[in-house]
């Protein structure tokens, strides 16, 4: 029985242990097990649009510091149903209305307030003053409407609203990849993000997103990875929004926790397209898919044993990155979803 009893205790740490290690390695590279966390501004809580790199919906955000209120919550420029509209009252509606017009006319006349009454002497002499000044007041306030409605914006802000499906900026020409350097390295078959938005008609982009912004994207995903792989807590917090930094150095105190060490190289991004990009006050956001390959190995930090992954074997990953950046500052990875 004793026997029994301990090859039952042998199996079940065998079991614990598989399980702990299994638990790191789903964690394996930034956010990878830890599903879809972070911020998206305004639309944190709606689903960005899919695009031809995550052509599925992205996985709802689980973790974050907006709060969550729910379906109703309305996206940057939309009117809240929920408010009330001012109730408009129009001058000379009803009878009273057209009965003081018809006082004021008498008055006019000469005749008193009440005179527009007992000068025509009749009640069809009231009805046709009340139908004069009903007419007259209407196209008063016929007048004033017209007065009031807004201006014609002129041709910028006409170009700003096509620009979201149209043709796009002058001197914006399809990139290799999110920049540059991706398109000299994959060239034309996988397409770039700067193409794909070209040939997306419907990508949401209110703030242009040009060359330099698919750049920094790029080298942000490296970056992110790199740090993440080297524990440099303080270079994450120079490459994402504090929330996202936070979130982050919780994975690498967990993995310390664990005993095990997870480090991800050979960052090269294989695919991406912009999803949406949008404005806040002072900050610009945008949400970008990316799908790329890297090396992704957990190992064992007492002894260095592999616990998950194959060094010599790359993996692919693909993921919608949202990016942040205040007036003057650098973009900053402020979301991730699992695609």
């Known amino acids: 029985m004793m026997k029994i009893a301990s090859r039952r205790s042998r199996v079940m740490i065998a079991l614990a242990a598989a399980l702990v290690f299994a638990g ?15 911020s998206r501004g305004a639309r944190t809580w709606s689903a960005p649009p899919s695009t031809n790199t995550a052509p599925g ?56 307030f009440f005179g527009g009454l007992s000068g025509l002497g009749s009640v069809l002499g009231l009805l046709l003053q009340i139908g ?16 009031q409605q807004p201006a014609y914006a002129g041709p910028q802000g006409y ?17 290799g990849g999110l920049g540059g350097g991706l398109g000299a390295g994959l060239g034309s078959a996988l397409g770039g993000l700067g193409q794909t938005r070209q040939q997306r008609p419907g990508v949401r982009d209110e703030i242009g997103i040009g060359e330099q ?28 929004t504090p929330e ?5 150095q919780e994975e690498l105190n967990d993995n310390a926790s664990r005993g095990v060490v997870n480090t991800v190289s050979n960052v090269h991004l294989l695919q991406g397209d912009l999803a949406e990009a949008w404005r806040e006050g002072s900050a610009d956001y945008a949400t970008v898919a990316m799908r790329y390959s890297l090396n992704d190995v957990t190992t064992d930090k ?37 695609s």
């Open 159 to 175: 170009e700003r609203s096509m620009s979201d499906g149209a043709v796009p900026p002058a001197g914006r020409g399809g990139l």
């Open 57 to 112: 919906t992205a996985s709802p955000i689980q973790r974050s510091q907006i709060p969550n209120q729910g379906p109703t919550l309305n996206r940057p420029g939309m009117p809240n149903p929920a408010a009330a509209q001012p109730r408009r009252f129009g001058f000379g509606t009803g009878l009273m209305a057209g009965l003081f017009g018809a006082g004021l006319l008498g008055m006019l006349m000469g005749h008193g």
């Open 302 to 338: 007492a002894t260095g044993r592999v616990v998950e992954g194959d060094p010599s074997r790359p993996v692919e990953a693909s993921e919608v990155w949202t990016f942040r950046r205040d007036l003057g500052g650098s973009w900053k990875l402020s979301a991730i979803q699992q």
């Open 24 to 38: 790191s390695a789903a964690e394996a590279r930034v956010g990878g097990g830890r599903g879809s966390f972070g």
């Open 213 to 240: 912004d698919y750049a920094a994207f790029e080298r942000t995903l490296s970056e992110v990875q790199d740090a993440y792989s080297r524990n440099d807590v303080a270079k994450l917090w120079t490459l994402a």
């Open 244 to 248: 996202m930094a936070g979130y982050i």
């Open 132 to 147: 004069l000044v009903v007419f007259l007041v209407s196209l008063a306030m016929k007048w004033f409407r017209r007065r």
